[in-house]
Nanobody, 121 residues
Framework: QVQLVESGGGSVQTGGSLRLSCAVS????????MAWYRQTPGKERELVTR???????EYSDSVKGRFTISRNLTTNTAYLQMNSLEAEDTAVYYC???????????????WGQGTQVTVSS
C-alpha cells in the first residue's frame, strides 16, 4: 500500500552532479525519518544520509561536503543533491522511509525500487 518511487539517476563524468528524488505514496498516517542508501555488487547496502522531520541530518564520512539531503514535508518527497561526484559513488541508490501507517501502530520501513548512478572517470 505504501510505495516509494525514485527518479533522477543517470550517468555523469567525474566532478558532475545529479539530483535524486523519492516520493512516498499510498495510505499512511505519518512519514518519519527518510534516508538514502547505496549498494554496489558484492558489497552490503550502506547508509548515505538520513533526515528526521525536524531537520536533523546525518551523512556518511565519504559524502560529507558533497551530498545534501532535503525534504518537502507537505509532499512527503526527499531529495539527494550529489555534487563533485567520484567514480567511487557509482552504485544503485535506494530511498528508505520510516512510516507510521496508522495512528497508534508501530512504524515500519519501506524501500524505493533503486536508481542507478554511474560516474565515469
Amino acid at each position: 500500500q505504501v510505495q516509494l518511487v525514485e527518479s533522477g539517476g543517470g550517468s555523469v563524468q567525474t566532478g558532475g552532479s545529479l539530483r535524486l528524488s523519492c516520493a512516498v505514496s499510498g495510505r499512511f498516517f505519518t512519514v518519519r525519518t527518510m534516508a538514502w542508501y547505496r549498494q554496489t555488487p558484492g558489497k552490503e547496502r550502506e547508509l548515505v544520509t538520513r533526515m528526521t522531520p525536524g531537520g536533523s541530518v546525518e551523512y556518511s564520512d565519504s559524502v560529507k561536503g558533497r551530498f545534501t539531503i532535503s525534504r518537502n514535508l507537505t509532499t512527503n518527497t526527499a531529495y539527494l543533491q550529489m555534487n563533485s561526484l567520484e567514480a567511487e559513488d557509482t552504485a544503485v541508490y535506494y530511498c528508505n522511509a520510516d512510516v507510521r501507517v496508522r495512528l497508534g501502530s508501530p512504524r515500519a520501513e519501506y524501500w524505493g525500487q533503486g536508481t542507478q548512478v554511474t560516474v565515469s572517470s
